[in-house]
Nanobody
Framework: QVQLVESGGRMVQAGGSLRLSCAASGRTPTRYPMFWFRQAPGKEREFIAG????????NYAGSMKARFTISRDSGENAVYLQMNSLEPEDTAVYYC??????????????????WGEGTLVTVVS
C-alpha cells in the first residue's frame, strides 16, 4: 500500500505561481515513476506531468510544458509541481499518483495504481 498526500493548493491571482507537494508513505515508491494529474469542474481528469524514479526523465502534457515543472526528492519520498503564470483555466483539483504495477499508458488515469486525495487550486482573475 502507498499513501499519497498532496498539499500547497490555494487561491491565487492569475499570473501567480504555486508549488504543490506530494508526500508518499507506506510502501514508498522511491523506485517508481510518479505523476501529477488535475481535474477541473465538469471535466475529465487529465495528465500534467510525470517523472521517473531518478528524476532524470520528465514528461509533460504539451499545453503545460512551458509553465509547469515536475521534480522529486527521493530521499524525502516527495514529488513537486511548480506552476507559473497561472491562468483561471488552471483551476482544478490537482492529484499526484504512482504507477507501481500497471504498465499502461502513463497519460491515462486508469494506468495509475495509487492516488492522493487531491489539493484544490483556484486561480482568480
Amino acid at each position: 500500500q502507498v499513501q499519497l498526500v498532496e498539499s500547497g493548493g490555494r487561491m491565487v491571482q492569475a499570473g501567480g505561481s504555486l508549488r504543490l507537494s506530494c508526500a508518499a508513505s507506506g510502501r514508498t515508491p522511491t523506485r517508481y515513476p510518479m505523476f501529477w494529474f488535475r481535474q477541473a469542474p465538469g471535466k475529465e481528469r487529465e495528465f500534467i506531468a510525470g517523472i521517473d524514479w531518478s528524476g532524470t526523465t520528465k514528461n509533460y502534457a504539451g499545453s503545460m510544458k512551458a509553465r509547469f515543472t515536475i521534480s522529486r526528492d527521493s530521499g524525502e519520498n516527495a514529488v513537486y509541481l511548480q506552476m507559473n503564470s497561472l491562468e483561471p483555466e488552471d483551476t482544478a483539483v490537482y492529484y499526484c499518483a504512482v504507477q507501481l504495477y500497471n504498465s499502461g499508458d502513463y497519460k491515462l488515469p486508469r494506468s495509475m495504481d495509487y492516488w492522493g486525495e487531491g489539493t484544490l487550486v483556484t486561480v482568480v482573475s
